[in-house]
């Protein structure tokens, strides 16, 4: 049997939902679907996801439980050219940290910060 990936889903908070909605939707231009929560303790707001598909999906979420912020986690987002996204951080109203550099083998990569101060970063092979 195989072993799955270390991760199968993940969480990015947030402390303005619509503020983080449209950062997100400008930059990977594509929407973010709501999605309930049993609890109904949170609001989320998934990105595009394919559960059969190699890789994590996960959702932007407003808990009363979490906050956001940097130095935690770091979700890598996989794109066709990280630079075409990183194109559009600024005038979503993000922050490009540190612009597309090469990492060998696996790729390029752009680190930065989103409307919430979640950092982030864009993986591509181009």
Request: proline residues 7%.
């Amino acid at each position: 049997m195989d072993k799955p990936n270390a991760i199968g889903w993940f969480d990015m908070y947030v402390e303005e939902m619509d503020r983080a909605v449209i950062f997100y939707e400008a930059v990977f231009q594509q929407p973010l679907e709501p999605i309930g929560d049993p609890t109904g303790e949170t609001v989320m707001r998934s990105f595009p996801a394919n559960m059969s598909a190699y890789g994590a999906a996960g959702a932007l979420v407003k808990s009363p439980h979490s906050r956001p912020g940097p130095g935690g986690t770091m979700i890598y987002f996989t794109v066709n050219d990280c630079a075409v996204e990183e194109a559009r951080v600024a005038a979503a109203g993000g922050k490009v940290v540190r612009p597309k550099f090469s990492i060998g083998q696996f790729g390029w990569v752009t680190l930065c910060k989103d409307t919430e101060g979640n950092m982030f970063g864009l993986n591509s092979m181009h």
